[in-house]
């Protein structure tokens, strides 16, 4: 694939893969107690022909501003079914390990080729730790993650990949605080994404380092039913191309996007939940645009 003729396309079709990490919808930075294992099975879902444009895109024929939501080119549509599975565990009351695999069934079809064989396939593994720094006045978390790359990667930019084929070193801190009396919690999530370059023997785009944020306020209904809002997003930097001996910033590449979401859990009989969320995508850039999906299954047990 010649990235120097492609660098729109390549960064469009990047940009499909769409890695929506689950959370404990309930946590935030509390972490669980010594010897607890968490397992929660997730599934979210996208179907989308719309787009968060780059000022180089033309929509109707008009030169599109930067963030404009518009179709994508030839009936483009988004086809999106992404599943995980996650593994936390606690050494200690302070100290947990984390683990997640996703997998993808995903798809980017046209009028042009509508055809186009989808992605079936497991995507870049993340693994990290988590330490509770604070208990009082907020609950302060620092969480260390990293994410290798195991995903499929194809340099035929007509398939969707799973993975930029590099690893990411994700740091993130996490403060949350009960308003009790009040029925209600809020969370905070601060991050910064360090995104290492690909090998080049796979790919010579190498994604630009990402700060994400997210902002949550809960609710509990009841003692078993608790429900949230949030807003979740990342802004990234611009892609570059590495060649031989230089590198090339791909103008307006950068990707972004910012979602209101909304969401329940449900404890149907201790340890056993249920949790589900829609998530709205309010701005973007470089980025599918729409309404995405969620449903997990989760279970807390002691070893």
Same mark, same amino acid.
């Given at each position: 694939?010649?990235?120097?003729?492609?660098?729109?396309?390549?960064?469009i079709i990047l940009?499909?893969w769409?890695?929506?990490?689950?959370?404990n919808?309930?946590?935030?930075?509390?972490?669980?107690?010594?010897?607890?294992?968490?397992?929660?099975?997730?599934?979210?879902?996208?179907?989308?022909?719309d787009?968060?444009?780059?000022?180089?895109?033309?929509c109707?024929?008009?030169?599109?501003?930067?963030?404009?939501?518009?179709?994508?080119?030839?009936?483009?549509?988004?086809?999106?079914?992404?599943a995980t599975?996650?593994?936390?565990?606690?050494?200690?009351?302070r100290?947990?390990l984390?683990?997640q695999?996703?997998?993808?069934d995903?798809?980017?079809?046209?009028?042009?080729?509508?055809?186009?064989?989808?992605?079936?396939?497991?995507?870049?593994?993340?693994?990290?730790?988590?330490?509770?720094?604070?208990s009082?006045?907020?609950?302060?978390?620092?969480n260390?993650a990293?994410?290798?790359?195991?995903?499929? *990667? %194809? $340099?035929d930019s007509?398939?969707?990949?799973?993975?930029d /084929?590099? =690893?990411d070193?994700?740091?993130?801190?996490? !403060? +949350?605080?009960?308003?009790?009396?009040?029925?209600?919690?809020?969370s905070l999530?601060i991050?910064?994404?360090?995104?290492?370059?690909?090998?080049v023997?796979?790919?010579n785009?190498?994604?630009g380092?990402?700060?994400?944020?997210?902002?949550?306020l809960?609710?509990? *209904? %009841? $003692?078993?039913v608790?429900l949230?809002?949030a807003?979740? /997003?990342? =802004?990234g930097?611009?892609?570059?191309?590495? !060649? +031989?001996d230089s590198?090339?910033?791909?103008?307006?590449?950068?990707?972004?996007?910012l979602?209101?979401?909304?969401g329940?859990?449900?404890?149907?009989?201790?340890?056993?939940?249920?949790e589900?969320?829609?998530?709205?995508?309010?701005?973007?850039?470089?980025?599918?645009?729409?309404?995405?999906?969620g449903m997990?299954?989760?279970?807390?047990?002691?070893?």
């Amino acid at each position: 694939m010649n990235i120097m003729l492609k660098p729109v396309k390549t960064t469009i079709i990047l940009s499909l893969w769409v890695l929506l990490l689950s959370s404990n919808v309930f946590a935030g930075a509390w972490t669980l107690a010594k010897g607890q294992l968490w397992v929660k099975s997730s599934v979210f879902v996208q179907r989308t022909h719309d787009r968060y444009a780059a000022a180089i895109f033309f929509c109707d024929g008009q030169l599109c501003d930067n963030g404009e939501r518009t179709p994508f080119f030839f009936n483009g549509e988004v086809k999106s079914n992404v599943a995980t599975m996650d593994v936390w565990y606690a050494l200690t009351d302070r100290m947990e390990l984390q683990f997640q695999v996703p997998f993808f069934d995903i798809a980017f079809i046209d009028d042009i080729d509508p055809n186009r064989p989808k992605s079936k396939e497991f995507g870049d593994i993340k693994f990290g730790l988590r330490y509770r720094l604070l208990s009082q006045p907020l609950v302060t978390t620092f969480n260390v993650a990293a994410k290798a790359p195991t995903g499929f *990667l %194809n $340099k035929d930019s007509e398939v969707v990949p799973v993975g930029d /084929g590099q =690893w990411d070193l994700h740091l993130q801190s996490q !403060l +949350s605080r009960s308003l009790y009396p009040l029925p209600f919690y809020a969370s905070l999530d601060i991050g910064y994404k360090f995104r290492f370059d690909p090998n080049v023997k796979k790919t010579n785009l190498a994604p630009g380092d990402e700060f994400t944020l997210r902002a949550e306020l809960g609710f509990n *209904l %009841n $003692k078993r039913v608790l429900l949230k809002a949030a807003l979740d /997003g990342f =802004w990234g930097n611009e892609f570059t191309a590495i !060649l +031989s001996d230089s590198r090339l910033a791909l103008a307006n590449s950068d990707r972004s996007i910012l979602y209101f979401e909304t969401g329940f859990y449900w404890e149907l009989k201790a340890p056993l939940a249920i949790e589900a969320s829609v998530r709205t995508s309010l701005s973007g850039k470089n980025y599918p645009a729409g309404e995405v999906y969620g449903m997990g299954l989760s279970y807390t047990f002691s070893l």
